[in-house]
Structure formats: structure tokens, C-alpha cells
């Protein structure tokens, strides 16, 4: 029978009632970074195919690209493909059920926080 006392009922915890977990911020962290390297993908696509429609449609993307706008763009999205990578690894080190502890598990979401920027730092400097 429906319970005609929902009135009463207590609500479904919120977001404002749980503290955030680092391993909660670095799941939301790898799904933002998944999207933004698919806008940037599109980025690059359009830069492609302006290549190949004409001079001046290439003139508009590659502009576009190589402005300081451009720039940051790019360099955020070889940050989040780093990070998205080490999250990515993090979570096959999960799937072989190895580190699940919390302990350890936190300690994973620090290694993609602090791995991220200084592997794109490396590869500023090389690339």
C-alpha cells in the first residue's frame, strides 16, 4: 500500500550535507576533463577542415588557434588530457581491485592532482 505519510519523511541527503571527498572531486574532475578534450577534438577538427576548405576559412581557425585564447585552450587541454589519463589508470588499478582502501585511494587522487600539472610542465618543456 502507498505510504500517504510522505509528508513526514525525511528528504534524500544533498550536496550540502556530505562534506566533499577528494575521491568524489576527482571523479567529477575526470568527467569534466573527458568533455573538455572532446570540445578541444572538435577544436582541432575544424581546424582541420578549414585546412582543406580554404585559404581563408583556415586563416579564421588557425587565428583562432594561435591567439593567446587559443593558446590557453590548448594548454588546458594537454593538462586534462594528463589528468584524465592518470585518473584513467587509477581507475584500472580500481578494477583489478587493488587500493580500494580510502587511505589509498585518496592517495591515488593526489598522485592525479599533483601528476597532472607537473606531467604537462614536462611536456611544455620537451614538446
Not at 582502501?101 to 614536462?122: N, T, Y
Request: hydrophobic share 55%.
Amino acid at each position: 500500500m502507498a505510504d500517504v505519510n510522505r509528508g513526514n519523511r525525511p528528504l534524500s541527503p544533498h550536496l550540502s550535507v556530505y562534506r566533499p571527498q577528494l575521491t568524489s572531486i576527482t571523479s567529477i574532475l575526470t568527467r569534466i576533463t573527458g568533455n573538455a578534450m572532446l570540445v578541444t577534438a572538435l577544436l582541432i577538427v575544424w581546424w582541420f577542415l578549414a585546412a582543406a576548405a580554404s585559404e581563408s576559412a583556415f586563416a579564421v581557425a588557425n587565428g583562432f588557434l594561435t591567439s593567446w585564447f587559443g593558446d590557453l585552450v590548448m594548454a588546458l587541454s594537454v593538462l586534462g588530457m594528463w589528468y584524465h589519463t592518470l585518473a584513467g589508470i587509477r581507475h584500472l588499478i580500481w578494477d583489478n581491485a587493488k587500493m580500494l582502501e580510502l587511505e589509498q585511494a585518496e592517495k591515488l587522487g593526489w598522485a592525479c592532482l599533483i601528476g597532472a600539472p607537473i606531467l604537462s610542465l614536462l611536456t611544455f618543456i620537451f614538446v
